[in-house]
């Protein structure tokens, strides 16, 4: 017979071996999806960086001097997933939005993947990322998206009327960090998400207190972790909200 002793060594073994074979399938996706980027292989006077979507080529041109222009993981990630879940996950004819969309990349696979996209940032990363959104996506996509300013919290009900932007989906990686703009953020969210919308959000994980975030974006929104990948500190969630007694997943609607 088992004793307590014996069971509870069993127990610590089992979980041993499920974190060893989740940090194996943690390192084999992380690879998976950092295999995606590529450099240039002669340096020009234009800095980029490329991602490969499906058997295309991506190019991402930088400019390093503001936060919004480096090619950061979490997009990758989120590319990734929506890459490989498209059926589940389908965005053809899909009303998109992305916040914090920085240089492009996640707005570039969705329309891609033929969403309609509505492609936001501050103003002052707007003009790299409509150059990298009009030359990745012209002549390749079936909708030219919009890139337009969403300052997290100003005057989004007068751009963005509910009656007339419902968004299927909305889109953000690595929007989390320690900026002063995170209850902006959470209110951007909250203002957007109508019932059908679902939220797809890769989080880098860094330091907190920006990490409570995720705790109070659930007191708002049912969340549902997608990918877990320590390896990059990244998490993917989809999330929808939570309204009265509707518990009703959208993907289900
Ligand atoms: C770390 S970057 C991520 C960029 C892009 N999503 C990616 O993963 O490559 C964060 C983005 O959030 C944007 N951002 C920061 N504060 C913002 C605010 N108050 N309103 C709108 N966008 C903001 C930045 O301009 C930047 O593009």
């Not at 916040?99 to 969403?115: D, E, H």
Request: aromatic share 10%; proline share 4%.
């Amino acid at each position: 017979m088992e004793t307590g002793h014996q069971k509870a060594t069993g127990d610590s073994k089992a979980k041993q071996e499920d974190a060893k074979a989740g940090g194996a399938a943690d390192t084999e996706l992380a690879e998976a999806i950092m295999s995606r980027r590529f450099h240039p292989s002669v340096i020009g006077p234009e800095t980029w960086e490329g991602y490969v979507f499906s058997d295309l080529e991506i190019r991402i041109k930088e400019s390093t001097d503001l936060y919004g222009a480096i090619l950061w993981p979490s997009a990758m990630v989120l590319c990734h997933f929506l890459e490989t879940n498209r059926d589940a996950f389908s965005l053809a004819e899909k009303n998109v939005i992305e916040l914090g969309a920085g240089t492009g990349l996640v707005t570039i696979v969705s329309s891609m993947l033929g969403a309609k996209v509505t492609s936001t940032d501050l103003p002052d990363v707007l003009g790299n990322l409509q150059y990298n959104v009009t030359r990745n996506t012209k002549n390749r996509c079936k909708y030219i998206p919009l890139v337009t300013e969403l300052i997290w919290g100003q005057q989004v009900p007068q751009r963005f009327p509910r009656a007339t932007h419902r968004f299927d989906y909305i889109l953000a990686a690595d929007v989390v960090y320690g900026h002063p703009h995170l209850d902006e953020l959470m209110d951007t969210f909250d203002y957007l998400c109508q019932d059908h919308t679902q939220i797809l959000w890769a989080m880098r994980f860094r330091l907190d207190p920006e990490n409570s975030f995720v705790d109070r974006f659930r007191q708002r929104f049912h969340l549902e972790e997608l990918y877990d990948l320590p390896s990059l500190s990244i998490k993917l969630y989809r999330a929808w909200r939570r309204a009265g007694d509707r518990t009703a997943d959208p993907a289900e609607l």
